[in-house]
């Protein structure tokens, strides 16, 4: 992975929703493959990670490879774009007689008046004992057009499934074959298959544990690719000789929708398969002629988009629980890579100066976590992030106006320096209020504190009763941050969906041996809440005291061999080595919790949970 995907996929991960399955990209300029990414897994069961060679399913992004289809036979002489169809198919009859006048042109440009969409047979889990085709006709024997052939333009799936049919009985070949002999075959398309090709050497992305999507209907949505596959495709539109001749793309690349409103500009930007043959973007400067076609099945959402101006073509899907904007996501990428190669697309924002990023980028504390400021091209990005990996976007893709950064809904953030330390501030309706304070280095911490890094510290002094120790404080894991030295963390492991504090990790500074203090001194709330970690030994078990309770060391407890519960002030806790397959009876007023291996909670009595055997981890008698 070169330096420029790096960047990119850091970028990428900024905006990803919690639990997302995968997201793949690719830019190509001048025919070079700048750079491209595969960010988290494949789903399923397995959740392997997730690599440029696992394909997506582009759905409608299918039909620029429909229409190309088509277009090849045009230039074999089969078949014109405004003959009527019937012409073709003899098996093709709608109770309407107004499709005999439906053309491929129609077909392609979304003119065609069919009703839109046959949903049976778009997304199968199976595609053994299917008769698709049969299915299709039938369809049309019991649909009626909504407009006359021409009319005006409707997005629609029907014309492209009533173009792959006349592929295949003019070639008197299956679709996917064509499609792989014209198309996949000359471009080097190795990872680019239909439904009916997929042999399982490929590998389909599933999103979580959905089964596997496979489309019967081709033509209209039914390919699975890669990114960089998609990029080879857009390289032969740029330059299609010899594989198609200029004649067929320009063709395809005119305006060709209709309408009868006079302010509906969407529907006349339709080519032959493109959504749209002129992209403008207020914030970008794309120049004239470029094309995109986006599509969406079931699990993925997809965006191809092919820059004449540059040479370029971007390519990006993710399954839907990634929850990004892909055209959004791949522009701002494509701009930040375009910037790093000394061209600004950008058309109205200010790029960032180096000496602002290299000043301000980093990470940031708040008494209950950290936050991660990230900075490129114009776009500034605040992160809440844990030591535990997570990621989420608090404040997202902030435009620099060559003061503060700001978002949609007219809040801005800036900095201030302030006695050798450096805040962020966020400014609503004219109001400024601190934030975060940016981490720093400090004296390193000693030999004691050194050895308590990676022990966890369990609760053992609450009541039967208490939330906040399912919520946010069941138990602590010591950690450090190897790049600001001194800071030690309180990483607690209560549940990260609770609506207060979500995850809790509390930087602090050790006093001495035994006593950890808070440190942060931001006016305002990024100061409450600060913690004061108390440590002692008592009969070789050491003991921590902070926010009012009582905590263990992990490591002393005693393995569970059948316990009860007992009378007395503690929680009696034990570690769990084997499997254990039921819990014990649990009287009235008292609480039974069982804990993971990293102490969150994954049974509380009090709660009512399911409980579901457990072979390590912890459980607790309260």
């Not at 330096?3 to 830019?27: D, F, M, P, Q, W």
């Not at 209907?217 to 690719?225: D, R, S």
């Not at 390590?616 to 309260?622: A, K, L, P, V």
Request: glycine share 8%.
């Amino acid at each position: 992975m070169n330096e420029l995907s790096k960047k990119l996929n850091e970028i990428l991960k900024h905006n990803l929703a919690k639990g997302y399955t995968g997201v793949s990209y690719a830019i190509s300029v001048q025919g070079e493959m700048i750079a491209a990414g595969a960010v988290g897994t494949s789903g399923g069961q397995e959740k392997k990670p997730l690599t440029l060679e696992d394909t997506f399913n582009v759905a409608s992004v299918s039909k620029v490879f429909c229409t190309l289809a088509v277009m090849k036979l045009v230039e074999m002489g089969q078949v014109e774009l405004d003959t009527p169809v019937v012409e073709y198919l003899p098996k093709f009859t709608m109770p309407d007689p107004r499709y005999k006048n439906i053309t491929l042109r129609h077909c392609l440009n979304h003119t065609s008046g069919l009703p839109g969409t046959q949903w049976k047979g778009f997304s199968v889990s199976e595609t053994a004992g299917s008769d698709y085709y049969a299915d299709v006709y039938d369809y049309f024997a019991h649909n009626y057009l909504k407009a006359e052939p021409g009319e005006y333009a409707v997005y629609c799936n029907d014309g492209f499934t009533l173009a792959e049919l006349v592929v295949a009985e003019v070639s008197r070949s299956k679709f996917s074959d064509f499609c792989r002999q014209h198309i996949m075959q000359p471009l080097n398309m190795e990872h680019t298959r239909l439904s009916d090709q997929l042999d399982g050497n490929i590998n389909v992305v599933r999103e979580k544990n959905k089964p596997a999507e496979l489309l019967l209907i081709q033509g209209a949505a039914g390919f699975t690719t890669t990114m960089p596959d998609l990029c080879k495709f857009g390289n032969m539109i740029l330059n299609p000789e010899p594989y198609f001749s200029q004649e067929s793309l320009d063709e395809m690349a005119k305006f060709q929708g209709k309408t009868f409103l006079d302010g509906d500009q969407r529907s006349l930007s339709f080519g032959l398969g493109w959504d749209n043959v002129n992209v403008q973007d207020p914030e970008y400067d794309l120049g004239e002629g470029t094309l995109l076609k986006g599509g969406n099945s079931f699990q993925f959402t997809t965006q191809f988009i092919v820059i004449p101006e540059y040479q370029a073509v971007l390519a990006i899907s993710e399954t839907h629980d990634c929850k990004i904007d892909v055209n959004e996501t791949i522009l701002r990428m494509f701009a930040f890579a375009m910037l790093e190669r000394g061209v600004n697309i950008y058309k109205k924002q200010v790029v960032i100066p180096e000496e602002i990023k290299e000043k301000f980028s980093g990470l940031y504390f708040i008494p209950s976590g950290l936050l991660k400021v990230s900075m490129y091209g114009t776009i500034c990005q605040i992160n809440r992030v844990t030591t535990r990996g997570d990621s989420i976007g608090l404040h997202k893709n902030l435009k620099y106006d060559g003061n503060e950064w700001y978002n949609t809904e007219g809040n801005s953030f800036f900095f201030e320096e302030k006695n050798d330390r450096t805040y962020l501030l966020t400014r609503m309706k004219g109001r400024g209020m601190p934030q975060a304070q940016k981490a720093q280095g400090f004296a390193p911490f000693n030999q004691a504190w050194q050895e308590r890094l990676g022990k966890k510290y369990v609760v053992i002094d609450t009541n039967p009763y208490d939330l906040i120790i399912r919520d946010i404080m069941t138990g602590f894991i010591m950690k450090d941050l190897p790049e600001h030295e001194g800071v030690l963390l309180a990483s607690f492991s209560g549940n990260s969906d609770s609506g207060v504090y979500g995850v809790f990790e509390a930087p602090f500074l050790s006093k001495d041996d035994y006593t950890g203090v808070g440190f942060l001194n931001t006016p305002g709330n990024p100061s409450r809440d600060m913690i004061t970690l108390n440590f002692k030994e008592e009969e070789g078990i050491e003991y921590c005291k902070t926010f009012s309770y009582l905590y263990r060391d992990c490591a002393t407890l005693p393995v569970y061999k059948g316990e009860g519960f007992h009378q007395g002030k503690l929680n009696k806790v034990y570690k769990i080595d084997r499997e254990l397959k039921t819990l014990p009876e649990i009287p009235n007023g008292r609480r039974l919790m069982v804990m993971k291996d990293d102490l969150t909670c994954i049974y509380d009595s009090l709660y009512k949970d399911e409980y579901k055997p457990v072979k390590e981890g912890y459980i607790s008698f309260i």
